[in-house]
Structures are given as structure tokens and as C-alpha cells.
């Protein structure tokens, strides 16, 4: 049966389920809009800034969102919301499959198949954008996950917006299949790496969600 994975207590904000890992983004850019919002009757300048302080803290609302999610049934899934940016065969035998985020995509990344997390390695890097080719040497978290397929990679790679990346769970814990295991702020990308044999079941150009969209074919 799918079932949805829920994770460490996370931030929240009206009744709306946002990522662990928001606060320090959203909560000024929500009481500036409420503090203009409060003032504009009596203020100009507050009436000027009420508006765009409204739309910013709209669009981080959406942006934070973290909706819960029945996870597909399958050996990989998806480990984040985006677009099928590259479907790469690596000289180990192992294929790559990278996925870009937009700004407009959820950013909470999950685990692709149950399993240990022996590996949690910050790389310092840049921030060029995700779809850039020169974004291999952007700033990244690389995981490495204990499963039943062997040991899968997977790297969160930050954007040209993108400034952090929030790891949820540290290495030696054990993770469900579709557990939140981690966030980037804003546009950016994953890639996962499938072990040699394990054949592919998306393409290029094709929309993916994160713990629902199956990565493999049987």
C-alpha cells in the first residue's frame, strides 16, 4: 500500500505546512508585509510598500510549501519536484539522472529508496544557474544511501539564486523510502545516480514529483 512519510517537526505559518528550514527567510518578509499592512491606512510610504511586501510574502508562502505526499510503490522514485534536465550513462556503469527545479517547484528533497544514510559531504562551490553546464561546480550536499540496490548517490546541487542547502537528517540514520531527507532554497538541481543494470523510466523534458514519479523501470 502507498503511505505518506512524515519527518521532523517543521516551521508553520497560518495553518500552512511549510519546510523545516524557512523561518529564517520568511518570517521578516511576512511581518513586513503585515506591519505596512497595518500602517497603510495612516502611512503613504506604508501603503507604497504594503503591496509588493504582500506579493513577496505570498510568493515565499508558496515557495516553502511542504505538502504531504502517498508515496509510489516502486524500487527508485523521484527524490525531487522539477523537469528531467539529463539522462547520462557514467563511466562506472552507473546513469545519471538529473533534475531541475524551478523557483514555482516544491524544495523539499526525499529519499529515493529506503535505506542508511552513511554519507552526508558539504562541498563549497558556485552559484551559477542549475541548468548551466558549469553548474557541476556549483555548492552541494552529496548523500550516500546503504539500500538493497547498494550504495546510491545523490547531490543536491544549489542555483544562481539558491545561497543554502538544509540537510534534515545526519549520517547513520535509517530513512524511509519518500522521507524528507533535505531542502535547497530556491532554483536549483538534483542528480541521482542508478546503479549499473537498473534501467531508466523517464525522459528528458518529463515533469517529476518528488516520492510519487518512479526513477526505474522493472
Do not use: C
Not at 506604508?46 to 524500487?75: H, N, Q, S, Y
Not at 552541494?140 to 542547502?165: P, S
Not at 535509517?174 to 538534483?190: A, D, H, M
Amino acid at each position: 500500500m502507498p503511505h505518506s512519510q512524515t519527518s521532523a517537526p517543521r516551521d508553520s505559518l497560518a495553518g500552512v505546512r511549510l519546510a523545516r528550514g524557512a523561518s529564517p527567510w520568511l518570517l521578516p518578509t511576512v511581518a513586513t508585509a503585515a506591519v505596512s499592512l497595518l500602517r497603510a491606512r495612516r502611512s503613504g510610504a506604508a501603503k507604497a510598500v504594503a503591496a509588493p511586501a504582500t506579493a513577496l510574502a505570498a510568493g515565499m508562502l508558496w515557495f516553502f510549501r511542504d505538502p504531504e505526499r502517498e508515496i509510489t510503490r516502486g524500487r527508485v522514485i523521484s527524490p525531487a519536484d522539477g523537469v528531467v534536465q539529463s539522462i547520462m550513462p557514467w563511466k562506472d556503469g552507473r546513469t545519471r539522472v538529473a533534475i531541475f527545479m524551478s523557483p514555482l517547484n516544491v524544495h523539499v528533497n526525499r529519499a529515493p529508496l529506503s535505506g542508511t544514510v552513511t554519507s552526508v559531504e558539504h562541498v563549497p562551490g558556485g552559484f551559477v544557474p542549475a541548468f548551466n553546464k558549469e553548474s557541476e561546480n556549483n555548492e552541494r550536499v552529496v548523500w550516500h544511501f546503504d539500500t538493497e540496490l547498494g550504495d546510491i548517490e545523490m547531490i543536491q546541487i544549489a542555483g544562481a539564486v539558491a545561497r543554502r542547502i538544509v540537510p534534515y537528517v545526519p549520517q547513520g540514520t535509517k530513512v524511509e523510502q519518500g522521507e524528507r531527507v533535505g531542502l535547497i532554497r530556491f532554483g536549483s538541481r538534483v542528480d541521482l545516480y542508478l546503479p549499473e543494470g537498473v534501467e531508466v523510466d523517464v525522459e528528458v523534458g518529463q515533469k517529476t514529483v518528488a516520492g510519487v514519479t518512479r526513477i526505474d523501470r522493472d
